[in-house]
């Protein structure tokens, strides 16, 4: 059980140093994910950064997804098949409901970053972050999204998730850094002492004392 994000984001930045990352740059899933993100860049010396994956749900069943938008310039679509198959969705209808999300998307976009363009990754270590995984469908459409954009290697960092999702999950990355696979795996709240939802406010804030620090850094040559 880890104390809080943070603390979360401490060990596993202390896992992901042992490796030979060149050129880090650390991905985090927003909410939860930014304060372990923010952990691991200041750890490494990173640059941190955001993917906002926004579900794209199925006609009168929201909570499954038949295509996800990753936020980007510009935004990618994964298409999940096998739903829009089991829909018997046409473009024309797939079309609509992806429109019918983009609003929410561009309203996290503006309230997360506002102007600032997404750093890019390409010939870089992306080390994407989540405070965990449980069924790893986001996770799974970040890789995929991650991966159109040319970074030179793939990194999923997480503290807790099921063995057989990261199992799965490893198939999209080229490493992944997990640091506890209950086989029970409870909900992730149960596998923290202090779990709070985060507000889109702190995860500006995050970001915000994130590039501060890496700019001072890079000032004093390091990072």
Known sequence: MFTDRSQAGRELAAALAARD?????????????????????????????????????????????????????????????????????DDEELQRLVAAERPELERRRTAYRYRRKPLSVRGRSAILVDDGVATGTTVKVALRALRRRGPARIVLAVPVGPPEVIAKLAREADEVVCLSQPVHFLALSQHYRRFPQLTDAEVVEALRAAQARHRAEKSAGRG
């Open 21 to 89: 990352l060149p050129q880090p740059v650390v991905l985090a899933l927003p909410r939860g994910g930014v304060p372990v993100a923010a952990a691991v860049a200041e750890a490494l010396s990173a640059p941190l950064d955001l993917m906002i994956v926004r579900k794209v749900g199925a006609p009168g069943n929201p909570e499954l997804a038949v295509a996800a938008i990753v936020d980007g310039n510009p935004p990618d679509v994964v298409l999940n098949r096998t739903i829009i198959e089991a829909y018997g969705l």
